[in-house]
């Protein structure tokens, strides 16, 4: 018994095909020519059929991207599905970015579980097909990849595969995983993939799949650049289970939001993984080619950090856990680094061990103060010869605890009078609770110096001024108190009575004396 005809598939409904199939579709079109034939017995009839798909278009939901099946047959023939020029093309409507694969063999069946292949794939994979056939792992891909030779040959489900892939840096191949929300686009060199039928270790049945990268080199987020990528990664169960990688990098960011913002180079790093202690090592030097300190200070709560800006971007670790806890070993030089904030701009330059992990690090060795400018607004003296380190301890976490602030900045000034002071501001303690003094060649302590350098005056001059206690002689007020009075300055108020600030502090009617600077 034999039939034959055309289904034309803009007939179909949509929603009742997405019950068939886990891929939801928006647009489905074309023409499948089919042919049938029935024979054998009543008990066991053997089906044959042929599917000849012309100028099939579909598009998963929410997708852009159309999948073609121009051409083609697909033929079941007593048990054997068998591919004879089927090419399946992925275009972009609106980037114009398409690939073409072409599949050709068989697959023997048994009933309906695959028990034998002997599949050949070649042409180019665009990434807009992985977006197609794996929205859940990929949130965006573009570009291309040449698959130079794949062939799935073997029995069982899951058959041995091999496959060599190279990329263009014509049309670089660029994903952003679901897992890492980081763009990384392939520009050159490849990959080899192997495998063997699953082995006894293998509790689903999937082979073992040995991948080799020769020479990569791949951008990440535009910015930073891997080259000279090679090594292997073994995955079992779709799982790796070992990794041995060595690669060079160019400007690579690291950033904790709204306080560190580093680029980093190295040369021969290498990246390990064992499935034993499941831990990623990373092993090499590195250099901050460029890097900040951006954290500012808030000088009302007497030198203490601001708090991030709300929406700040998450650090990598949280996004990605297992690089959070990858185990570094790492020399780092400092080729140019600053602090440049609100209230100073510093350059440093140092080297540094950096062990534990990138969500824990342990750091050791020193940061040296080469030159730069301490500011506070509203004083008078320019802080510019600044001299000092920065001790870091591997046995204390970064940043609370380390690094310990050495660190003094000094300015001359001259006051009213036409006497001349050398005033040495001093910082110690940690990063986030630093300590800070201020004093003077001529004797003043830090109250007395944050008078002079606030309001002009000499504490004696600023007693006479606003008749009271002088500045530093009171013991009754304490250094943080003299800090917040030095933000007042004591100038005649110009507004009525009936509307002079509460902060005035004195009665209606009376002669206002302060306002704010």
């Not at 998963?60 to 121009?70: F, I």
């Not at 990959?191 to 006894?200: G, P, Q, T, V």
């Not at 000279?228 to 990794?243: F, M, Q």
């Amino acid at each position: 018994m034999t039939a034959e005809g055309d289904l034309d598939l803009s007939l179909l409904d949509l929603s009742l095909l997405g019950t068939l199939s886990p891929l939801q579709l928006d647009h489905l079109k074309g023409t499948l020519a089919l042919q049938m034939r029935l024979s054998g017995t009543v008990d066991k009839p053997v089906p044959e059929f042929e599917l000849r798909p012309t100028n099939v278009h579909l598009r998963p939901a929410g997708l852009e991207t159309v999948v073609q099946v121009p051409s083609g047959s697909i033929k079941l023939a007593r048990g054997n599905l068998g591919f004879t020029g089927v090419r399946v093309l992925v275009d972009d409507i609106h980037q114009r970015e398409s690939g073409e694969v072409t599949i050709a063999g068989s697959i023997v069946l048994d009933g309906l579980t695959p028990s034998k292949w002997g599949l050949i794939i070649n042409g180019k994979i665009a990434g807009k097909m992985l977006m197609a056939f794996a929205p859940q792992a990929i949130s965006q891909a573009s570009g291309v990849a040449t698959i130079e030779w794949a062939a799935i040959q073997g029995k069982g489900v899951w058959p041995p595969l091999s496959a060599t892939l190279s990329f263009d840096p014509a049309a670089p191949l660029s994903i952003i995983p679901r897992a890492l929300p980081r763009e990384v686009s392939f520009r050159s060199g490849g990959l080899s993939i192997s495998s063997s039928s699953a082995d006894s270790s293998s509790s689903s049945g999937i082979p073992t799949y040995d991948i080799e990268i020769e020479d990569v080199s791949a951008v990440i987020d535009g910015e930073g650049i891997l080259s000279n990528v090679g090594g292997s990664v073994t995955i079992r169960d779709l799982k790796p289970v070992a990794a041995s990688v060595r690669l060079d990098v160019d400007e690579i960011p690291f950033r904790v939001p709204s306080t560190l913002d580093l680029l980093l180079t190295g040369r021969g790093l290498s990246v390990r993984y064992s499935k034993d202690d499941r831990t990623l090592r990373a092993d090499g030097a590195v250099e901050i080619v460029n890097g900040k300190f951006i954290r500012n200070f808030d000088l009302g709560e007497v030198l203490r950090p601001t708090t991030p800006p709300a929406g700040s971007n998450r650090p990598f670790w949280e996004e990605w856990p297992e690089l959070g806890a990858a185990a570094l070993n790492l020399r780092v030089g400092i080729r140019q680094m600053a602090v440049a904030n609100n209230i100073a701009d510093i350059e440093l330059d140092g080297e540094l061990e950096v062990g534990g992990t990138p969500r824990d690090p342990r750091i050791a060795g020193t940061i040296s103060v080469q030159r730069g400018t301490f500011r506070m607004q509203g004083t008078r003296a320019a802080f510019t010869r600044t001299r000092g380190n920065l001790n870091f301890s591997q046995a204390q976490r970064f940043p609370a605890q380390t690094p310990q602030l050495n660190v003094e900045s000094e300015a001359d000034y001259r006051d009213p009078s036409g006497r001349d002071h050398l005033i040495t501001l001093s910082l110690r303690g940690t990063i986030f609770q630093p300590e800070w003094d201020l004093r003077t060649s001529t004797g003043y302590n830090k109250s007395q110096t944050l008078a002079l350098i606030f309001f002009g005056k000499t504490p004696d001059q600023v007693r006479q001024s606003i008749g009271d206690t002088a500045l530093g002689s009171d013991p009754t007020l304490s250094d943080e108190t003299l800090s917040r009075r030095a933000k007042w300055t004591p100038l005649p108020c110009a507004q009525p009575p009936e509307r002079r600030p509460r902060r005035c502090g004195r009665r209606a009617g009376a002669r206002c004396r302060s306002r704010r600077a």
